[in-house]
């Protein structure tokens, strides 16, 4: 793919510019509890393109999973992770994230965060797919917000932690092959930025946005990710996209996620006969991988002529579930589905990307400076489909490892101010489009022909016409965070869509329906993508 190496034109000379120990791009749990866990007074930027508290993590709902039970073990949840990522994890990876939970989930509730109690001083801990022991920690079903509130007041009240919201980071600065610092555009302003650093943190979650239904915010469009491919890094496993099986489908709203831990609770799986279907598909029935169960409840659609099936809790009292999901009670009520009595609507949508910036386990891309962490990152942990409740606890487990490492870094380096970063002229021009069109075109041929069932024909046809986008706009001025949105989702829909073409197999979420099986000989292996 021909891209331009950065997004806009700059003159640094011309610029307003800021200068800190380390930048944090993004503030999901990764980025904040990243920023927070840097040892000293270190002087660190969190930028954000929308409020603080508007990310991935906020909307989380089942919890953390953490093996504290006295029958469960590091080593069994090893084993589920394992499962669960298809023969694509990466085993060392997956070690370091099972072993430090729990010194990580002990540090978090320094932060005053109220997990539920089964006892006073015991957490309680659920079940969620795919886990062989119940070890999901949660905060009633706002287990995200309960989190995400509690980091960023501990930000706020930081003095060393300067968090720039509506700050849109545009593009990694490099210089050789060493990160020099972030282009960023101020919202309110409308001006172009420098926030120069030899180190940045790309923490900016996932791309669900690619996709027409999705339990992402309106934020998650691959920005980091984006970025990081135009600097050099690599990207890896990008055709892993799972799809949450449960999300609600009512005519306003397709996107509220219904947690698998209400199918941890026992919730049952009907199609619109009112079949249960799942004992047809896998052992573990409702509780098998996502990816089984997202593929099972599409093919129930399918025979059925129906856009969705149903979740069936109403066996549960009213107190307990209203209770235990507070927030997924009353949003149901709100569109008059009372859950104690009703069947929910339900259809599967977007939920995760397996795959991003290439880690190793320290966080480190291979620009020298450059970590990834949480969502944008792809370390392996999670291989072809990720275990439910891996992802917050990914964010904590190497949010805190490359704090420690950024902390040793800056101890050995020599202070002084980062070198100014060359400008960049393109000859990029005007040109007019629909812009919104364009959005949704992408999002409905990524659902339809990149989504949860793929053939070579289809993806090959998404190719095409994204291609096509590609040349009608690639040479346009951006000027605006639309713009710049934009511009990320052609990209990354342009390498998801080509890993996915490239790997002829089925593996976890990506299933391909003329490479049905997986093939351990050719495929058990990552794609990288680079510049
Ligand atoms: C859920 O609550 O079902 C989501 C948990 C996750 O994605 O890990």
């Known amino acids: 793919m021909d891209i331009f190496r950065y997004l806009v034109d700059f003159d640094p000379r011309e610029m307003e510019k800021e200068y800190y120990d380390a930048v944090i791009i993004g503030s999901g749990i990764a980025g904040v509890y990243t920023a927070l866990e840097i040892p000293g007074e270190r002087n660190i930027a969190i930028l954000t393109k929308e409020s603080i508290d508007m990310s991935n993590s ?128 101020d919202e309110s302003s409308s001006a172009y930025k420098l926030y120069l650093s030899g180190i940045v943190v790309c923490a900016t979650g996932g791309y669900g946005q690619l996709y027409a239904g999705t339990t992402n915010p309106e934020v998650a469009t691959g920005d980091g990710i984006s970025l990081a491919y135009r600097a050099g890094a690599e990207l890896m496993d990008l055709e892993f996209v799972q799809f949450h099986p449960t999300v609600l489908y009512h005519p306003e709203n397709k996107n509220f996620l219904i947690s698998e831990a209400v199918r941890g609770e026992g919730a049952l799986l009907r199609n619109i006969r009112n079949e249960r279907f799942m004992p047809r598909y896998h052992e573990l029935a409702e509780l098998a991988p996502r ?44 569109y008059g589905i009372d859950i104690s009595r009703d069947y929910i609507p339900i259809a599967p949508a977007e939920h995760y990307c397996m795959g991003g910036i290439k880690t190793d386990t320290y966080g480190r891309t291979n620009i020298n400076g450059f970590f990834a962490c949480g969502e944008a990152a792809c370390n392996g942990i999670h291989g072809a489909n990720r275990l439910a409740s891996n992802s917050l606890l990914e964010g904590l487990v190497f949010g805190h490892i490359i704090s420690r490492e950024i902390g040793r870094l800056l101890a050995a380096r020599p202070g002084g101010e980062a ?50 986008y590609r040349t009608q706009l690639g040479h346009r001025r951006n000027e605006t965070v639309r713009h710049f949105e934009l511009q990320n989702m052609l990209l990354l829909a342009g390498l998801v869509t080509e890993s996915a073409l490239e790997r002829e197999e089925s593996r976890g979420a990506h299933y391909r329906r003329d490479f049905e099986k997986t093939d351990d000989v050719r495929w058990k292996r990552h794609i990288v993508k680079r510049r």
Not at 102 to 120: E, M, T, V, W, Y
Not at 135 to 164: M, Q
Not at 296 to 313: C, F, N, P, Q, S
Not at 449 to 468: S, W
Request: charged letters at 30%; proline letters at 2%; glycine letters at 8%.
């Open 291 to 334: 990816d089984v169960v997202a593929r099972a409840i599409t093919r129930e659609m399918e025979k059925t002529g129906a856009d969705h099936v149903y979740l069936d809790i109403t066996f549960k009292d009213r107190e307990y579930l209203e209770n235990r999901f507070p927030n997924i009670f009353k949003t149901c009520l709100d």
């Open 419 to 468: 070198s100014l970063p060359a400008g960049y002229s393109s000859g990029r021009r005007d040109r007019w489009m629909d812009e919104s069109e364009v959005r949704a075109d992408i999002q409905r041929t990524m659902t339809e022909k990149v989504g949860i069932v793929r053939d070579g024909k289809g993806l090959a046809h998404a190719r095409e016409k994204l291609e096509r």
């Open 58 to 185: 906020v909307l989380a709902q089942g919890g953390i999973a953490v093996s504290l039970d006295k029958e469960d073990s590091p080593e069994l949840h090893f084993k589920d992770t394992l499962y669960a990522g298809a023969g694509l994890c990466d085993e060392e990876s997956v070690w370091v994230l099972v072993n430090e939970a729990a010194f990580n989930i002990d540090r978090l509730c320094g932060f005053g965060i109220n997990f539920d109690q089964k006892s006073p001083g015991e957490l309680a801990l659920s079940r969620e797919a795919a886990h062989s022991k119940n070890r999901i920690i949660h905060a009633g079903d706002t287990t995200g917000k309960e989190i995400c509130d509690k980091l960023i007041s501990g930000a706020r009240a930081k003095k060393n932690i300067h968090i720039k919201e509506r700050t849109f980071a545009l593009d990694l600065l490099t210089e050789g092959n060493s990160a020099r610092g972030v282009l960023a555009f």
